[in-house]
């Protein structure tokens, strides 16, 4: 069975969203959804967006912060260009309806600010803290409301249809022409052929234990695109939120940056600051900082977590800028006004991704990327906060660009491309056992390969995952396609590219930081860590 369209967009996110958007007077737009079309990363956003919108601040004071916290590996030209977009892309989310506080109350025109760490001025614009919620919920809106674009809820992306192009018969460039979808109601895989195609497919959070990420973040559009021989890039750089709320029993809910942008105070068990001990920006230090600080205090404490504190200050105020956060901690028995936050880090974003250019090209012709799942040059070894959703609006502002102007010089993809061929059928009672290499995965990630690494560590988490990896290829070889085994397997290779990622890097930078190479080595490593996948190597094997 083949679809056909003229951009077909996999992920329902603000870098998909926004892409659609901008495309959709240029042809047909389908867009393919993992789960119901609002569950992305995008939904539980919560301190904002950055962007230069007042008059006391400037592209210059952005530009440098972005560059401080990328800690030698941002690309000045990208940085440049997506600070100086900002002011132009929050414009255009309120023109699609998104909702933003105000400075003044709700008819005013002047955007409220929040401040966060590493960010020498208050710039993030925000809606209440659920930015993430209201920009999803306005974008959708638009979505559903245009008539040449399609939302495919409840389908999976399997592979990537890459082959050699008519045009490129040496073989050696090869073309995306859509992607392997699986319908997750009905079990059938077709292809959805097209001349663009778009990974907006976010982060891979849900490799490790603790993480803020929604369960869609299993790093699939990485792993997609690396077997099909994309170029993918830094990803040792797996930023790690200082403070999510502590409860061993429930999945980690973040307590944003915001909050202590608003004065709260992190302490350690007897009631003491510690910050000021690790960086002169103390609580607003950047997050590398804060999540290795905390990391420190617990080792050294042998505690299970600190204390965020926001109770010295004025009770109606924090229940006003963080009603969602004030909810969330009383359901916990938390009255955040009135008691310190038990807080702990967990994974929060991947900084590096499938490398693209400033358009969201992808080193494989009519493959486009944007938002989380990319590596554009932006973050380097450690994004700021707020970054990636602004990063998203501007390449998808680019790539949509780029991609009108591919789609005018490029004929319509063959009728004759392969069919969906994997056939599984052994009805396997085995799910049970491989299921729970998903825990096993997330555990020796949290436990191997977290926010402090060592050679051991790491050789230790290769030789294990290995051994996971290859069971579950076997598996999936084996039995009859599903969502759960796709998504396993896609962690289990994108867990491996991080483990060979942060191998080859021998040096402490920015997000990566191991005992055996504690200094940053200009000399050796300000660069990137580049994989690709040579043809003849399994993809198992690290
Ligand atoms: P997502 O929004 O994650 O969307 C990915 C989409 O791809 C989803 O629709 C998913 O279902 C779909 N998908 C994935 N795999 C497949 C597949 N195989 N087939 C089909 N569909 C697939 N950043 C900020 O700048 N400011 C913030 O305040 C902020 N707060 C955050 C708070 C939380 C709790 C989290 C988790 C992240 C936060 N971030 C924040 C980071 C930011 O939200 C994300 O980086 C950004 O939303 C990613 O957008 P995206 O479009 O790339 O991906
Ligand atoms: C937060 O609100 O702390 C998250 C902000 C971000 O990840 O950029």
Redesign the pocket.
Known sequence: MQQTTDFLL????????TFALRLAEHGSVSI????S??????????????AVVSSGDSFASHIEDTIRAGAGLCKREVVETVVREGPYCIHQLIDWGVKFTRAKGRHSAELALGREGGHSHER?V?SSDR??AEV?RALLDQVKNHPNIELYPH????ELAVFASDQQKSGRKRRCYGAY?LDVGTGQVSLFSSKITLL????C?HIYLH????S???G??IA?AYRAGAVVNNLEFMQF?PTTLYDPEARSF?I???VRGYGAKLRDRTGKRFMSRYHADAELAPRDVVARAIDRELKLSGESFVFLDLTGLNSDGIKKRFPYIYQRCLEHRIDITKEPIPVVPAA??MCGGVKTDLNGRTSITGLYA?????STGLHGANRL????????LVISRHAAASAAEEAKRTNSPPGDLPEWSKMGHEDSEEWVLISHDRIEIQRLMWDYVGIVRSNHRLARARRRLNLIASAIEDFYLRAPIAEGI??LR?MALVAGLIIRSAEKRKESRGLHYTTDYPERDDRRWQRDTVLRRRSNVPTIII
Do not use: C, F
């Not at 079309?37 to 950055?50: K, L, V």
């Not at 944007?370 to 990319?374: C, D, F, L, T």
């Open positions: 996999i992920g329902s996110g603000i870098g998909g969203l393919i959804t993992k789960k079309d609002q569950e992305s990363s995008t939904n539980y956003a919560q301190g904002g967006i950055a993030i925000y930015t993430g999803e389908h999976q992306a399997v979808i907006a497919t976010g982060g959070g993480t803020t990420n929604p869609i973040a299993t699939d559009g997609m939120h973040l944003s940056e915001a929060h974003y944007s938002g989380e799942v990319s906060a707020s970054n990636s959703l602004l990063e998203a796709v998504e896609n």
